[in-house]
């Protein structure tokens, strides 16, 4: 049973009540066999009041506390994630179905490095400071400016099944770095390892209250934390239609709010790329954890000389892709998340099929008899790659998230920038030429939040990370990150 954390320890189960919602337990089911595998607490609205109450009573202190001791504590807690490498990372893998050999080399180690990350960070960051002389301005006085930049309180972090632990560290380092407590809501598909973390935190010395852990679907964990009055910070990772709903929510609360949405990221191939070398990183962007990340190529976009040169490097690569079971230390490819997501990642590909799309592999469930008996009932789904449709259906336009891609052509760079910008998202690209000033021209002209040249998912944690358009309003990362979660006071003094 996962339970929630507020206040320093496990929660018993609020029951279920009647007319309210939330409260009980959630099945939670084993993405590589399909079964049942054990519960997680629904918090109710009152558990989201507790663990509001206990973190802003944890503020005061733990944002008193010198940055130097929270900083301690937090790069203990990243010690302790390493040490407990191998639980946390089974945990992961059986909450998500991803293979275990990602959780232990990229969830996990990753976690622990973005506690190390912000908590040295924000030892080192820069105040900022601006002298004015008054001229020009009748009878102004010289003065001099500094910025302060203080904790805002209690942070609401939410996050998605794809990356769990990985996605709600990101957020609750920077967080509980700078200062602030938090109330956190991982996905309720994927709620072991944010219990597990919490616990940890216990005996890294982080101070009761200050990292709170509520479970439970959107309604009414999500939204209680969202529309809290005592929560004036919410960032959050997920669909692009609930970021909207929060956007508006939190609108009209005026809170800060960070989103980090949907993607639909074009993959990039000019004729003068290394063919090689892109055919393999485009096999890894498109299909790492099952085509499940926000940043995954699922578009590519491709120059009409090197297409069938191309599709033909990478399709060997996508040949060589054995779906396995997670737990087994050599598999590479797990499982779709859930039943429901793979029944909409295969309404894509049967409406693709009837607009004429033609599937250049995959397109199916594996046969029962590739996977090893023990996880003929989980939710897989092999890699797919689908031409021929046109760049404005629903396929080439709607986030699928899973592991199905399409291919569209182009004749010269405009059109490929075009292409590439051609969908309401704006979240990641990938392009690929060996013409350093192509690259800085298509970098500079396509609309995301990142663009990788000659590369994909190298990920420096200095860096604004976020998207553009419907992929999300704000960044993560950095500077960006100390910035969301501190409140600049700007003190004038007249000299
Ligand atoms: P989701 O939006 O369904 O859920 C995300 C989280 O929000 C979950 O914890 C969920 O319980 C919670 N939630 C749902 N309704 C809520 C509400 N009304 N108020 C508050 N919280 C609510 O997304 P998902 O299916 O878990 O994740 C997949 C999505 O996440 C994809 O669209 C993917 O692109 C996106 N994603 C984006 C990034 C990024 O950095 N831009 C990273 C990973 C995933």
Redesign the pocket.
Known sequence: MVQNFIDGSVQPVSPARPGEPGGGVLELIDPATGKRRGEVAGATAGDVDRAVAAARAAFPAWSAMAASKRSEILLRLADLIDGNLDELAKAECLDSGKPIFVCRSVDIPRSAANFRYFAQAVLHTTGQWHQYDGAGVQGARPAMNFTLRSPRGVAGL??????PLY?LTWKIAPALATGNTAVC?????TPTTATMLAELGNAAGLPPGVLNIVHG???P???G??THPDVPTVS????????K??AREAGDRLKRVSL????KNPFVVYADADLDVAAETACRAMFSNQGQ??LCGSRLVVHKSVKEAFLQRLLAHVAAIRPGDPMEPATRYGTLISQAHREKVERYVAVARELGGRVLCGGERPQADALPPRVRGGFYYLPTIIDGLAPDCAVEQE?I?GPVVSVQSFEDDEQAVALANGTSYG?AASIWTRDLQRAHRAAAEIHAGIVWVNCWMVRDLRTP???AKQ??VGREGGMEAINFFTEPKNVCVGL
Request: proline content about 5%.
């Open positions: 939410i996050s998605p099944w794809n990356l996605l809501k991982p996905s309720e598909l679907t959107g309604q964990v999500g939204s934390i969202v959050f990772t997920g669909s692009t239609g609930v970021g709903w929060i980090e949405l949907g993607g990340i926000c986030e998230f979240l990370f976020g998207g992929s999300g």
